[in-house]
T-cell receptor, first 111, second 113 residues
Framework: GQSLEQPSEVTAVEGAIVQINCTYQ??????LSWYQQHDGGAPTFLSY????GLEETGRFSSFLSRSDSYGYLLLQELQMKDSASYFC????????????FGKGTTLSVSS | DTGVSQNPRHKITKRGQNVTFRCDPI?????LYWYRQTLGQGPEFLTY????????KSRLLSDRFSAERPKGSFSTLEIQRTEQGDSAMYLC???????????FGPGTRLLVL
């Protein structure tokens, strides 16, 4: 089957750096995506890694190691507004491009 | 606002009633997905359309659920004979062929009493 594991909660203070890890089991791996979801809001796309290495987009970076079936999302210079749930996701190989999501990591940023 | 709209935003119904939700995608997006999300969980895939063709349905999708995308634009998701276990947020997402990014609508929150 396909599954993803990520920590359920992470806490940090403003200005800090936090890393959210994700390990996955899947057949037919295409890439690892990350989505952010604020309370009561819709998931919004953050990043996608198809190849090994680090992708940087502003304060957020995402890393993938295909050989280790592992990736992480790195959030730098944390702000209060970064408090949200973060989901890693892989394609469901049985359903074209539909995504299978992890259970999410709730990030709480305090001042 | 991603440009994907869903209506209604909230729905309260009694067990056994039928409900229908609508999703209007970003106009040039030919792929449309329905997901369901319950508290503390990630979105779970329900069904997927490419243009008007329903290409995949999850095993989660019981016979009481049906979805359509008649002209390859908006889509509807109907739940017949609702049960309390159907209470969840129903999310629609759309994307372009060849692109990984899925754009989610704000969701319809269903409460079955």
């Amino acid at each position: 089957g396909q599954s993803l594991e990520q920590p359920s909660e992470v806490t940090a203070v403003e200005g800090a750096i936090v890393q959210i890890n994700c390990t996955y089991q899947t057949s037919g791996f295409y890439g690892l995506s990350w989505y952010q979801q604020h309370d009561g809001g819709a998931p919004t796309f953050l990043s996608y890694n198809a190849l090994d290495g680090l992708e940087e987009t502003g304060r957020f970076s995402s890393f993938l190691s295909r050989s280790d079936s592992y990736g992480y999302l790195l959030l730098q210079e944390l702000q209060m507004k970064d408090s949200a749930s973060y989901f890693c996701a892989v394609r469901d190989h049985r359903a074209g491009t539909a995504l299978i999501f992890g259970k999410g990591t709730t990030l709480s940023v305090s001042s | 606002d991603t440009g994907v709209s869903q209506n209604p935003r909230h729905k309260i119904t009694k067990r056994g009633q039928n409900v229908t939700f609508r999703c209007d995608p970003i106009s040039e997006h030919n792929r449309l997905y329905w997901y369901r999300q319950t508290l503390g969980q990630g979105p779970e895939f329900l069904t997927y359309f490419q243009n008007e063709a329903q290409l995949e349905k999850s095993r989660l999708l019981s016979d009481r659920f049906s979805a359509e995308r008649p002209k390859g634009s908006f889509s509807t998701l109907e739940i017949q004979r609702t049960e309390q276990g159907d209470s969840a947020m129903y999310l629609c997402a759309t994307s372009r062929s060849g692109e990984e990014t899925q754009y989610f609508g704000p969701g319809t929150r269903l409460l079955v009493l």
